[in-house]
């Protein structure tokens, strides 16, 4: 039987019958459910609840609207087990990665349950004779998120959290490939107690987004997914009078000096690099090795690959150590990617393009690929390939291993591994990017710091997360105050 996937307007579910795409499970190949292709008059019938519904809950004291991510988040850990079950079925990852994940949002609901202190504003007193001046941060209005497919519940959990704490209304549209994780955690949400209107899901694809980056009543869009997209959602929404954090793609390179520690560094790149398939923004997808490093590191580095068992993740056991990628027509594209690397030149030090997986024939499965000796400008070189594929690149010295990171279009993380301070120190001051890992191989911030994206992997100013999303969401009002006269009644001493 399939998994229903319905919209959630005005505080009602609805099983809408018409256009629908089909929810994978790329364990199995397997169709799990249909998502509703959305329409422009149903994301007008999910803003118009979001507006109505704003008055209230902009009002409601922010420690009342804390108290609903209180219970919230005792709900989410409640449930745990089985979002990360419909993560792992509809996304693929190994519930160790969904886990990961999950915690990853849940700390962002813990920092919403902390939103009256975050919503404190400045004063002065006396800014002239007899006069104060305050700042407060109120919400906008209605917000919306469009979120990618890699992260079914983390990514919209990086979004609405916060947005509502600070007094917004929201609609949710979940990537069309896995939406069935958002429809269960925003049930939980429900159940916490959020007013009805205050968060609505409109499932879809492009007309639903373009709907909400043209309604005059959206005030401001957070979108995550790939640069193409990112870009156009930023120009389109802020041609529209919309405040707009657009998160893209990404290509974030790992340098290796010669004296790094071996063992640690392959444990920490195979993870950077085949972690969650490879389907992760933050994934170190190219090693740009230093001098020796390279004949030091390879080695075990293949070993390592070669012993990742590959299976299926929609079952509580066995869990293979990677799942799948998200559908077929990614796999041919990742495949596609390293024969283009090949006949540029680079070698196939480790290919995961055949592998199989017995009890499970027509998943989506790509073992973990290592391709050697990539040249700069080179089509691996230069593209996000988003599959378990680790570049290895030569580089004579640190400097010119900044130089290449450096030369990058995105600008989303980098990493060093190295035993030198003096090495690190040099790297994180001059490397172009905006999360820096130094012997971290996966630098993603926490939910109290921002989610750094430079260049191309971000459009805007204000960044996901910490209090950069506070401010995203909010506007400042700063008031004066001067008081004449002495009131009614004889209060003051004559
Ligand atoms: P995607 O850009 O294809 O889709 C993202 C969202 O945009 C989905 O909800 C989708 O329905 C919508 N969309 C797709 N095409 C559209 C169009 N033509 N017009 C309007 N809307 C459209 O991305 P994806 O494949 O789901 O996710 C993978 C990408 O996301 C990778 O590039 C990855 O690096 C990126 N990502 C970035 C971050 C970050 O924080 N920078 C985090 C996670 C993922």
């Known amino acids: 039987m399939q998994i229903s996937c319905p919209n959630f307007i005005g505080g009602e579910w609805r099983t809408l019958r018409g ?45 009342e609207r804390a108290r609903v991510f209180f219970r919230y988040r005792q709900l989410l850990e409640a449930n745990f087990d089985r979002i990360c079950q419909s993560v792992s079925r509809e996304h693929g990852k190994t519930l160790v990665e969904a886990r990961g994940s999950i915690f990853r949002g849940l700390e962002n609901v813990e920092y919403a349950c902390g939103i009256p202190s975050l919503l404190m504003g400045d004063t002065l007193e006396n800014i002239a004779r007899g006069v104060d001046c305050e700042t407060v941060m109120q919400p906008l209005g209605v917000c919306a998120g469009i ?34 994780s958002a429809v269960l955690i925003i049930e939980l949400l429900e159940q916490a107690g959020l007013p009805k209107g205050v968060l609505n899901i409109v499932h879809g694809g492009r007309e639903v987004v373009d709907a909400l980056l043209t309604h005059p009543k959206v005030k401001a869009i957070s979108f995550v997914g790939s640069t193409p ?22 290509k974030n390179y790992i340098v290796v000096m010669p004296d790094a520690d071996v063992p640690k560094t392959v444990e920490a790149l195979s993870t950077a690099a085949f972690g969650c398939a490879g389907e992760r923004c933050m994934a170190g997808s190219t090693a740009l090795t230093v001098g020796a490093a390279a004949d030091r590191l390879l080695p075990t580095l293949v070993d390592a690959a070669r012993a ?6 929609d079952r509580p056991t066995p869990q293979p150590d990677m799942g799948p990628v998200i559908t077929a027509q990614h796999r041919d594209r990742v495949m596609s990617l390293v ?56 580089i004579d010295d640190l400097d010119h291993a900044i130089e290449q990171a450096n030369k990058s279009a995105f600008g989303n993380g980098a990493a060093i591994f190295t035993n030198s301070g003096k090495a690190a120190r040099e790297f994180k001051h001059r490397v172009k990017a905006g999360m820096v890992g130094i012997n ?29 999303g506070v401010q995203f969401y909010t506007q400042q009002k700063v008031i004066s105050t001067r008081w004449f006269g002495e009131g009614v009644g004889d209060v003051w001493k004559k």
């Open 19 to 63: 256009a629908s795409t089909p929810v994978f499970n790329p364990s199995t190949g397997e169709v799990i459910a249909e998502c509703p292709v959305g329409t422009a008059a149903l994301v007008d019938e999910a803003v118009q609840a979001a507006q109505a519904a704003f008055p209230a809950w902009r009002d409601t004291p922010p420690v």
């Open 147 to 180: 979120t990618p497919f890699n992260f079914p519940a983390m990514v919209p959990m990086w979004m609405f959290p916060v947005a509502l704490a600070c007094g917004n209304t929201f609609i949710l549209k979940p990537s069309e490939k896995v939406p069935l």
């Open 229 to 250: 997209i990112a870009r156009y959602i930023y120009e389109t929404g802020t041609k529209n009078g919309k405040r707009v954090q657009s998160n893209g793609g990404a």
């Open 308 to 313: 990742i068992k590959v299976g299926r993740t």
């Open 339 to 394: 024969a283009a690397g090949e006949k540029e030149g680079a070698k196939v030090i480790c290919d995961g393009r055949s592998a199989k997986v017995p009890d499970a024939p027509n998943g989506f499965f790509l073992g973990a690929t290592i391709m050697d000796q990539v040249q700069h400008g080179t089509t691996l070189a230069r593209e996000e390939v988003f599959g378990p594929v680790l570049n290895v690149m030569r």
């Open 440 to 468: 971290v191989g996966v630098p993603a911030t926490m939910a109290m710091f921002p989610f750094t994206g430079w260049d191309e992997s971000f459009f805007g100013d204000l960044h996901i997360q910490g209090r950069e």
